[in-house]
């Protein structure tokens, strides 16, 4: 039973139970050579239903098979937190999950009366540690570890928990922090650890869904002994922000809290800043125009994106002229958040004003709508569409004037035939700033229209097109921008 089957045999179940009793027998019965090839084999195979025989083992008093006993049970521990991870995350075979939570239970009960013995004070260590790996905050198991067992056995535990970088044990002292009246060394942890392990870890769940006693354990910390500036700025730049977030849930005093927040909002991420922009408000113009201006020469992306956004709500001077350039940047967040901040220039607002323009004004305001609004072409068409007849002719007006006649060329040129006359004019007026092909044929169709006006009209356009675009075949260049009205006429 101790030739390992072909891993593309399946193992009856009966001969599998026997393979795990030969696994054990070798173990506990068998010389040296056979406990050390039952070690390999359960290392190999992933038997973590051997830990109590592997560690019974590793009191053997030949020190090599004692010491490959004592590697087989850290791997095993490590397999079996893996494996009670994933029973915890889905829905596999039930019997093979209770199988596993037997061996669970097995191992957690001989890693705790290892504990117990006195004789046993060199897997002391051992068996702390793979307890808390294996274990629960509520575990019974952990509860006399932390709690009650021997003075020794709990200074162990607790050196183990503000020292020890292994993945399972930082997810078990984050995970402490989140139950009523934790162990004080889930508390101390978070006060001394300076282990960059440790603070990713509690930054990724400072940011994450967390329970209530999470916040509470927080608030109980007063002091955070790695939360300086030489340490933030090298860590990455979102759990800067979750910096900000934790900051706000200890219980720092007001003056240590005022200092990082004000270094934050002057050398930290894009995002963490936008989390403490309210520390701008308690600083006077000139150190707010300073810490933003700083933001917009970053080379931090994000940090000038955040800058950007600071521009018009601390009212820096030239504010939305320095928007409209920051509109041409090379960066989309820092475009993004010029729109953002000039998203009250809108095609609604221009609809309302852009007849007490003039055309030259019109025309600029036109083009800067489009850098704010990629799709303000795709609203203007629903406003052409709109059944309100005098919204749909405000519309062809303000396509015109804006200069944005070609972005709903399709609508106007259907408008062209509307039944309304005054429509129908109003489009032939605006066609003239569109030098393209459909809009000379449209134009020259409606010279024939039955209304004089709008067969003036058509002729004028014609002109003004003739002079921009001089044409002598309908196969002429069309221009590649549209033609401000200003300079058409």
Same mark, same amino acid.
């Given at each position: 039973?101790?030739?390992?089957?072909?891993?593309?045999?399946?193992?009856?179940?009966?001969?599998?139970?026997?393979?795990?009793?030969?696994?054990?027998?070798?173990?506990?019965?068998?010389?040296?050579?056979?406990?050390?090839?039952?070690?390999?084999?359960?290392?190999?195979?992933?038997?973590?239903?051997?830990?109590?025989?592997?560690?019974?083992?590793?009191?053997?008093?030949?020190?090599?098979?004692?010491?490959?006993?004592?590697?087989?049970?850290?791997?095993?521990?490590?397999?079996?937190?893996?494996?009670?991870?994933?029973?915890?995350?889905?829905?596999?075979?039930?019997?093979?999950?209770?199988?596993?939570?037997?061996?669970?239970?097995?191992?957690?009960?001989?890693?705790?009366?290892?504990?117990?013995?006195?004789?046993?004070?060199?897997?002391?260590?051992?068996?702390?540690?793979?307890?808390?790996?294996?274990?629960?905050?509520?575990?019974?198991?952990?509860?006399?570890?932390?709690?009650?067992?021997?003075?020794?056995?709990?200074?162990?535990?607790?050196?183990?928990?503000?020292?020890?970088?292994?993945?399972?044990?930082?997810?078990?002292?984050?995970?402490?922090?989140?139950?009523?009246?934790?162990?004080?060394?889930?508390?101390?942890?978070?006060?001394?650890?300076?282990?960059?392990?440790?603070?990713?870890?509690?930054?990724?769940?400072?940011?994450?869904?967390?329970?209530?006693?999470?916040?509470?354990?927080?608030?109980?910390?007063?002091?955070?002994?790695?939360?300086?500036?030489?340490?933030?700025?090298?860590?990455?730049?979102?759990?800067?922000?979750?910096?900000?977030?934790?900051?706000?849930?200890?219980?720092?005093?007001?003056?240590?809290?005022?200092?990082?927040?004000?270094?934050?909002?002057?050398?930290?991420?894009?995002?963490?800043?936008?989390?403490?922009?309210?520390?701008?408000?308690?600083?006077?113009?000139?150190?707010?125009?300073?810490?933003?201006?700083?933001?917009?020469?970053?080379?931090?992306?994000?940090?000038?994106?955040?800058?950007?956004?600071?521009?018009?709500?601390?009212?820096? #001077? *030239?504010?939305?002229?320095? +928007?409209? &350039?920051? $509109? !041409?940047? %090379?960066?989309?967040?820092? @475009?993004?958040? =010029?729109? /953002?901040?000039?998203?009250?220039?809108?095609?609604?607002?221009?609809?309302?004003?852009?007849?007490?323009?003039?055309?030259?004004?019109?025309?600029?305001?036109?083009?800067?709508?489009?850098?704010?609004? #990629? *799709?303000?072409?795709?609203? +203007?068409? &629903?406003? $052409? !569409?709109? %059944?309100?007849?005098?919204? @749909?002719?405000? =519309?062809? /007006?303000?396509?015109?004037?804006?200069?944005?006649?070609?972005?709903?060329?399709?609508?106007?040129?259907?408008?062209?035939?509307?039944?309304?006359?005054?429509?129908?004019?109003?489009?032939?007026?605006?066609?003239?700033?569109?030098?393209?092909?459909?809009?000379?044929?449209?134009?020259?169709?409606?010279?024939?229209?039955?209304?004089?006006?709008?067969?003036?009209?058509?002729?004028?356009?014609?002109?003004?097109?003739?002079?921009?675009?001089?044409?002598?075949?309908?196969?002429?260049?069309?221009?590649?921008?549209?033609?401000?009205?200003?300079?058409?006429?």
């Amino acid at each position: 039973w101790l030739v390992r089957q072909p891993a593309d045999r399946r193992t009856p179940p009966s001969e599998l139970s026997s393979y795990a009793a030969a696994l054990d027998a070798c173990l506990l019965r068998g010389g040296p050579e056979e406990r050390r090839i039952a070690l390999e084999l359960a290392r190999t195979d992933g038997e973590c239903g051997r830990i109590p025989s592997a560690l019974a083992v590793a009191e053997d008093d030949d020190e090599e098979v004692a010491t490959l006993a004592r590697e087989t049970v850290v791997e095993l521990v490590d397999s079996m937190r893996l494996l009670r991870d994933e029973d915890r995350a889905s829905r596999g075979n039930g019997n093979r999950r209770n199988a596993r939570r037997a061996d669970l239970g097995r191992a957690l009960g001989a890693l705790l009366q290892t504990t117990r013995r006195r004789d046993a004070e060199p897997l002391h260590e051992l068996a702390a540690r793979s307890i808390l790996l294996l274990g629960t905050p509520k575990s019974p198991e952990v509860r006399e570890l932390l709690w009650t067992a021997a003075p020794p056995v709990r200074k162990l535990a607790t050196e183990i928990l503000l020292s020890d970088e292994h993945p399972g044990i930082l997810s078990f002292v984050i995970d402490m922090l989140g139950v009523p009246y934790p162990h004080p060394a889930a508390l101390e942890a978070l006060r001394s650890r300076e282990d960059r392990p440790f603070v990713e870890a509690l930054l990724e769940h400072v940011v994450g869904d967390e329970p209530p006693a999470f916040g509470e354990n927080l608030h109980q910390v007063d002091e955070i002994r790695w939360l300086t500036p030489d340490y933030v700025r090298d860590l990455p730049d979102d759990l800067q922000a979750a910096c900000v977030q934790l900051v706000e849930k200890v219980d720092l005093d007001d003056a240590a809290r005022d200092r990082f927040l004000d270094w934050v909002v002057r050398h930290g991420s894009g995002e963490a800043r936008r989390l403490a922009t309210d520390r701008l408000a308690r600083m006077d113009d000139a150190e707010v125009s300073a810490v933003v201006e700083d933001g917009l020469g970053a080379e931090n992306v994000g940090v000038q994106a955040w800058a950007t956004s600071q521009l018009r709500s601390r009212a820096v #001077p *030239d504010a939305v002229p320095r +928007l409209v &350039e920051r $509109l !041409e940047s %090379p960066l989309e967040p820092v @475009r993004a958040a =010029a729109r /953002r901040e000039l998203g009250d220039f809108d095609l609604a607002t221009l609809l309302k004003v852009h007849d007490q323009l003039t055309n030259q004004r019109a025309w600029l305001a036109g083009r800067l709508l489009e850098k704010i609004n #990629p *799709d303000v072409g795709a609203e +203007l068409a &629903e406003e $052409l !569409e709109h %059944p309100h007849h005098r919204r @749909r002719l405000n =519309a062809v /007006r303000a396509a015109g004037r804006l200069g944005l006649g070609r972005a709903v060329l399709p609508q106007l040129l259907s408008a062209a035939e509307h039944d309304d006359p005054l429509i129908r004019r109003t489009v032939a007026e605006c066609l003239a700033t569109i030098p393209a092909d459909e809009v000379f044929h449209a134009l020259r169709r409606m010279l024939h229209d039955e209304h004089h006006r709008v067969r003036e009209s058509a002729r004028q356009s014609l002109a003004l097109l003739s002079e921009v675009s001089p044409r002598t075949s309908s196969d002429s260049p069309v221009p590649a921008e549209p033609v401000p009205a200003e300079a058409a006429t």
